[in-house]
């Protein structure tokens, strides 16, 4: 883990402990909410000690300088050596409709076309279950039968 104190235009800011290998999407959601931005319609962009990250893939604080000899393995543990960086955030509007359809679901897991089945069911009077017994449901089903020799 590692301290990052995120700034934005106007000389708001806020620190937070962010994983190393972390991605700009892992952030997404935290950073609207923490500068009072409306996720998923805003996307944050950061730039990193001279480099622009606006793609969800991009890993912003992958390079960032640590004075350890030994730093933790574990990209969630806090380096001992309180290793910090700065960002700046940028807001823009939002094109990557993925965040959307993440921001809609209604159930962890559930998939679009899981989604669209359930209201057809539900429409049609196939099921009278909620979404989440519905999904349990629907799942044990497509799981596949394994034999065990007698």
Known sequence: M??????????????AN?????TLGDLQRSL???FGKR???MQANLEVRGQVFDEFGHVPF????????????????????????EACVTFERAT???WFDWADRREPKCTIEDEIAYEDAHRLGDT???LSAWLRERHAAKAPIIPFPM
């Not at 960032?64 to 806090?78: F, G, I, K, L, V």
């Open 96 to 98: 990557d409709p993925f």
């Open 39 to 41: 996720f998923p319609a």
């Open 128 to 130: 009278s279950l909620n």
């Open 18 to 22: 962010v994983p190393r290998h972390g």
């Open 32 to 34: 609207c909410t923490i």
């Open 2 to 15: 590692l301290v990052v104190t995120f700034r934005v235009s106007g000389g708001k800011t806020h620190e």
């Open 62 to 85: 992958a390079q960032c300088a640590c004075s350890c000899e030994s730093p933790p393995r574990d990209s969630h543990a806090m380096c001992p050596c309180g290793a910090k960086a």
